[in-house]
């Protein structure tokens, strides 16, 4: 017998009598309740206030979370079968005006539990799967099952970041897990300061306003007033939280200069030396330069000795977003690829990216001790007692812009645990290798052509497809006009048809074209033929 929604509350129904799920035994639940006639049974439908820390709300609570979980190992189970929809897509609208009886308003009265139970349910079924390994879209992908659980544990003990007080052990293990980071950039024994931030354009912002600082200290007071016209360098390829960071701060988005990239999208250091000069010349003062390690669209990487010599020669502080790349460090074939890091001021690391931990997780590192508590101290006399029990050197939450910070840290801790670093080189290796394989199969299509005609140097792979009938159009701008539409149109169908996610863009002269990352440890190399076939199929008649 099921008398509520399919799945989460059942009866045995060879006695009639015995509930499993919600309806547990009412005489230890004696929360609100309503009660509905059912042939000889009622049912009882209980709500969030039955729940602990009511009285008698042990059981309604176990059997609660009991059948959040059972809802969310349905999804887990889901999200890894390959034959599962990435997306069950619909418009902004249709889910404004409700779906299936599941509505996004909120209202006056509580709803049941078994009403939140389906909304759960729903929330997830309209959602993007994005540890599906058809799910392609985003630097940030994956679903790991020990991060997953850090998560959950991270939710539970609901800490804050600011004080030792209030989160004793997480402030301890960003400590030691800081620490694993400045070793592994290559940063000797007395440097590295840093923090977990929300997000790689907030770490952008950091190592910025701690450039600043470093050079003007006296802002922190006195404000722009103490400021020359300062400029700071950035590729063209790099990203848009540097104008960003650059608005906040009023630093004035035309005061990024835009250095010159080569074919592959590295910034070009002749052209980064040419733009510093000129802006010499021009009476304007230089004070950092943001170099990239991992693009997010062509997956380059700067050349950083040659940027770290020309940050030395120029005394400007050499910044490096690593928010993609970072985690390529953990690789012993690949980290080369980001030599002359260990020569940076401060370092973007989100390993919320490669290496697959449950969004968000990403880091500002900054080499000189002492800094970032000097830039952002404000020494609020009710949260950083110097007089505690305790030694408040761990009461790090006076080094950020926050106040209350989230507990970023216990998934990475946990993952690192279970995987060790050799784990996560492993994973990393695997997704180049895919990449690699990914482009050679392309590279033999004559209806794909890549976009850089040469071996990835990241996991990130960007092509065109050709449908037939633009094969003989040469080269040129009409040609163009009909390619830039091609992308968006097979992204289209796909999303209405759920089977994959890949994105495209635009990106400088040249019209929109996909981009495949790895960074999903559930895709396969069957995945990747799959989503060439898929495109095909989906395009061959544009
Ligand atoms: N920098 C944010 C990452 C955007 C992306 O996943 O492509």
Known sequence: MNFMHEGYITANASSGRTWVGLLTDRSRCPGIFFGTLLTDLVVYLFFPL????SKDGQDLTESFLLHVVDILLHYIQKTFDVKSKVLDFHHPHQL?????????????????????????????KYGVKTGHPRFLNQLSSGLDVIGLAGEWLTA?????????????????????LLKKMYEIIGWGETEGDGLFSPGGSISNLYGILT???????????????????????????GHYSVKKAAAILGIGT???IE?????????????????????????????????????TVLGAFDPLQDVADICERHNLWMHVDAAWGGGLLLSR?????????????????????????????????IREKGLLEACNQMQ???????????????????KTIQCGRHVDIFKLWLMWKAKGTSGFEAQINRYMELAKYFYKVLKKKDNFKLVLDAEPEFTNVCFWYFPPRLKHIPKGFERDQELQKIAPKIKAQMLEEGTAMISYQPCGDKVNFFRMVFSNPATRQTDVDYLIDEIERLGKDL
Request: hydrophobic share 35%; proline share 6%; glycine share 6%.
């Open 211 to 237: 450039a600043r600082y470093k050079q003007y200290p006296e802002i922190k007071r006195k404000g722009m007033t103490v400021l020359p016209g300062i400029v700071l360098f950035v590729s063209e390829q």
């Open 50 to 53: 039955d729940l602990l820390p």
């Open 254 to 256: 035309d005061n990024v």
């Open 333 to 365: 074939n690949h980290s080369y690829k980001l030599s002359g890091i260990e020569r940076a001021n401060s370092v973007t690391w989100n390993p919320h990216k490669l290496m697959g931990v449950p969004l968000q997780c990403s880091a500002i590192l």
């Open 156 to 176: 539970t003990a609901n800490a804050n970041m600011f004080t030792y007080e209030i989160a004793p052990v997480f402030t301890v293990m960003e400590t030691i």
């Open 380 to 398: 609020a006399g009710y949260l950083f007692q110097p007089d505690k029990l305790y030694n408040v050197d761990f009461d790090t939450g006076d």
């Open 259 to 295: 250095v010159k990239c080569d074919e592959r999208g590295k910034m070009i250091p002749a052209e980064l030396e040419k733009n510093i000069l000129q802006a010499k010349r021009k009476g304007q003062t230089p004070f950092c330069v943001t170099a990239t390690a991992g693009s």
């Open 96 to 124: 404004l005006e409700g779906l299936d009886g599941f509505s996004l308003e909120l209202s006056d009265h509580p709803e049941s539990l078994e009403q939140l139970l389906v909304d759960c349910t729903d929330t997830l």
